[in-house]
């Protein structure tokens, strides 16, 4: 009999992908159409950082012992609470790393050389007479907000654009060759482009401010592949409509999936919806990641990809 497993996010891939191994329990509207029987048998959730699982929903399945969130971040997920009912977590450590920091870049080359101005004027058979010439990408600097598995991959392609990297994070990288900022807002002054590709949570809520746009300046450009609520919208709006910044590129949003009208509104922003993770390959690597973390946890070893917070688990069987 295969194992049954609930799955509570909507990407059909994983369910197909996940489908072709296990039994799967679509959740996505809850957990109530479960029989008691299949409550019981089913010792796995399937999530995403977004989505998540709080305390009350664990409880919704009373033998639950893993959860495995197909992505890096998992904010959505009460870590806390799953440690107190004994249920490990793990994530997709590095899965999209790669595929965010090609978006980053893309989001960056778009907003920089106003990309999608210049597709809808030849569309519309106009020419470029009375354009204003858009400013090089190359021979300018970076700051990277989080260096994490996406911050080095978005480091990596932007040197290749003999761009400058600088970053600032919780802790220097000493096994990397860019420059450590102590805090947020002097690397903002330092910079031409600053990229957001940190996590969710209290830690980063609202951390790319006012204060820390007007350090950006009129020539700088804010891109965000990290989460939402990093960055204050109200503030990133009225620095866009004053000319504060230059511009911007954002894939995630403080309220998803709605967008604010303002921000729709604004020709200096380039918008994508939260999809800068989404890849066959992403997809097909973040399936085999969670069908190791399940084998492991299945033959009562020590998870492949646990969160930072399950060290507690780490030598448990």
């Known amino acids: ?24 329990h679509d959740c996505t509207g809850g957990y109530a159409h479960l029989t008691g029987e299949e409550r019981a048998e089913t010792r796995v959730l399937i999530t995403a950082g977004f989505k998540g699982a709080t305390g009350a929903e664990m409880d919704e399945l009373p033998n639950l012992g893993l959860i495995c969130c197909v992505g890096t971040g998992y904010e959505g997920i009460d870590v806390q609470a799953a440690i107190a009912r004994g249920i490990r977590v793990s994530h997709g450590a590095g899965v999209n790393a790669g595929a965010v920091a090609d978006h980053a870049m893309a989001l960056l080359l778009a907003a920089v050389r106003c990309i999608p101005h210049q597709d809808r004027l030849t569309r519309s058979g106009a020419w470029n007479y009375t354009e204003t010439p858009r400013p090089l990408v190359s021979r300018k600097k970076m700051g990277i907000f989080g260096m994490g598995g996406i911050g080095a991959a978005l480091a990596r392609r932007a040197s290749a654009f003999d761009i ?8 220097p990288k ?14 903002a002054q330092q910079v031409d482009y600053l990229v957001a590709c940190v996590p969710g949570g209290a830690g980063t809520q609202h951390a790319v401010n006012a204060e820390v746009l007007e350090a950006l300046g009129p020539k700088g450009y804010l891109f965000n592949v990290g989460r939402g609520s990093a960055v204050d919208t109200g503030a990133l709006i009225a620095a866009l409509r004053s000319g504060g910044i230059a511009g911007a590129g954002l894939d995630v949003f403080e309220n998803e999936p709605e ?11 380039v918008l994508t919806p939260h999809m800068a993770g989404n890849a066959p390959e992403v997809q097909e690597m973040a399936s085999d990641l969670m069908r190791e973390n399940i084998a ?10 646990p969160v930072p917070e399950m060290k507690v688990f780490a030598s448990a069987g």
């Open 296 to 305: 492991a946890f299945n033959a009562g070893q020590p998870l492949v990809t």
């Open 1 to 24: 009999m295969r194992q049954q497993i609930a799955i509570n996010i909507k990407t059909q891939a994983y369910h197909r992908m996940l489908g072709e191994h296990f039994t799967l």
């Open 164 to 171: 400058e990297v600088r970053y600032h994070s919780r802790t």
């Open 174 to 187: 000493a096994d990397l060759p860019y420059a450590y900022v102590p805090s947020l807002l002097e690397l």
């Open 259 to 269: 967008v604010p009208a303002e921000l729709c509104a604004l020709e200096n922003v």
